[in-house]
Each structure stands twice: as C-alpha cells, then as structure tokens.
C-alpha cells in the first residue's frame, strides 16, 4: 500500500508562486509515474504535469513555461514536488497527487489540496 500526502496550497494573488508537495510513503516502489492534476467543481480531473522514476517529464500546454515537477528520493519516501509560477485565476482547483507504478496500471491518490489564485 503506498500514502500519498499533499501539501503546499494555499490562496496566491495573480502573478504569484506556490510549491505543492506530495510525499509518498509505504510499499515504496523502484519504477513508477508521478503526476499532479487538478480538478474543478463540474469539470473532469486533468493532468497538470507527470514525471517518471527516470526523470521524464510532461505538462499540459496551459501551463508549459509556468509550471515544474521534479522529485526527491531516500530510501523511506519518495517526494514530488510541483512549483507554480505566474499563476492565474484559471489555475484555481483542487490538486491532487498521484502515483502509478511501472508496469502497473494502479493508481494511487492523495486528498487533494486547494490552490485559489485570486486578488
């Protein structure tokens, strides 16, 4: 079993950054895909951003330029971090965490966090 747990939101005013943090911790597993996506009330979740234990990386076009993910590793926990930039009103939702382990297709969530980019 693996735990995903979010932190980071927060309320941002327009133009500002915030660093989300997802720490994984459990059945740590060597191969995987890690992703952030977020959600908003009546719309489907969406990627934000992925990257693999090999250090791909991939991002929706909405927030290419703005948005990074990248990860730390030890041998307890693995912790995947999604830096925002030039934020927007449009990016306000929920965000969640996710893990999918190589080979796999399971999927692991976190509980989401909230990011409100307003003035």
């Known amino acids: 079993q693996v735990q995903l747990v979010e932190s980071g939101g927060g309320l941002v005013q327009p133009g500002g950054s915030l660093r989300l943090s997802c720490a994984a911790s459990g059945s740590i597993f060597s191969r995987y895909a890690m992703a952030w996506y977020r959600q908003t009330p009546g719309k489907q979740r969406e990627l934000v951003a992925s990257?693999?234990?090999?250090?791909?990386?991939?991002?929706a076009d909405s927030v290419k330029g703005r948005f990074a993910i990248f990860r730390d590793r030890d041998n307890a926990k693995i912790t995947v971090y999604l830096q925002m930039n030039s934020l927007k009103p449009e990016d306000t939702a929920v965000y969640y965490c996710n893990a999918v382990p190589f080979g796999t297709s399971i999927n692991y969530w976190g509980r989401g966090t909230q990011v409100t980019v307003s003035s």
């Open positions: 990257i693999t234990s090999g250090g791909s990386t991939t991002y």
